[in-house]
């Protein structure tokens, strides 16, 4: 069951629009305000988050940056009673994935909240080829960047990260320490193999011990309990 976040103040609205998704086969949670919403993500996860512009205790499109900087991947529809083009294209561009204006029609609403959905499963299914999860924390290797699992950036260094990717890349391989050495610093590189071990002792310290499991005798390999997206 697909779930959504209703953040509004305006408690006739709330029970309408809870009311009809629950009527789709959606599940839903309410927040009043920001705070309530903020108290609800520490907890659980939203495919959609229905998102007021003015709320009690502060602006919806505010608290959007902020979840779009927490790296939230809920979708979040901006909800407002303002039709001007500029909320419009503020909202857009600081990352909502669509915009509903007071009052809609019901059917809108649904047919809006199925699209962006259907939107993010395409996104997910082309993106998952180049996503890493391990114990709930995420590691896009396209980019270049990883989070943990309360949305909170974990830093790498270059060589951490390609290290990282090149095992995630080659899951079932065993790679001795000189093979690492030539993949990741290159051939003409006459460090010693103690810096292949400084490294992944970095990576599991700041993913997790199992995250790349010791071979005696031979080298390092993913670790078994690894996932790709």
């Known amino acids: 069951m697909k779930t959504v976040l209703v953040v509004e103040d305006e408690e006739d609205m709330?029970?309408?629009?809870?009311?009809?998704?629950?009527?789709?086969?959606?599940?839903?949670?309410?927040?009043?305000?920001?705070?309530?919403?903020?108290?609800?993500?520490?907890?659980?996860?939203?495919?959609?988050?229905?998102?007021?512009?003015?709320?009690?205790?502060?602006?919806?499109?505010?608290?959007?940056?902020?979840?779009?900087?927490?790296?939230?991947?809920?979708a979040v529809i901006m909800v407002t009673a303002r039709r001007t083009d500029m909320d419009k294209i503020l909202g857009l561009e600081l990352?909502?994935?669509?915009?509903?204006?007071?009052p809609f029609n019901n059917y809108e609403l649904?047919?809006?909240?199925?699209?962006?959905?259907?939107?993010?499963?395409?996104s997910d299914e082309n993106a998952g080829k180049n996503v890493f999860?391990?114990?709930n924390k995420v590691i896009n290797m396209e980019s270049y960047t990883a989070t943990d699992e309360f949305g909170n950036r974990i830093d790498f260094t270059g060589k951490e990260f390609n290290l990282l990717k090149l095992f995630i890349k080659h899951p079932n391989k065993?790679?001795?320490?000189?093979?690492i050495l030539d993949?990741?610093?290159?051939?003409?590189?006459?460090?010693?193999?103690?810096t292949v071990d400084v490294h992944i002792s970095k990576i599991r310290k700041k993913l997790s011990d199992e995250v790349i499991k010791t071979v005696r005798g031979v080298g390092y390999k993913l670790g078994e309990k690894s996932n790709d997206g």
């Open 174 to 179: 065993v790679f001795t320490r000189e093979e």
């Open 95 to 102: 990352g909502a994935d669509d915009y509903i204006t007071k």
């Open 14 to 74: 709330i029970e309408i629009v809870s009311y009809v998704l629950k009527n789709n086969a959606f599940g839903v949670k309410a927040a009043r305000d920001l705070s309530q919403m903020w108290n609800i993500l520490s907890k659980d996860f939203f495919d959609v988050i229905l998102l007021d512009v003015g709320l009690p205790d502060g602006s919806g499109v505010d608290a959007l940056k902020v979840l779009k900087e927490k790296g939230v991947n809920s």
């Open 133 to 135: 999860k391990f114990d």
């Open 110 to 122: 649904i047919a809006r909240i199925k699209a962006v959905l259907r939107r993010m499963n395409v």
């Open 183 to 194: 993949k990741i610093w290159g051939e003409d590189f006459f460090g010693e193999f103690r």
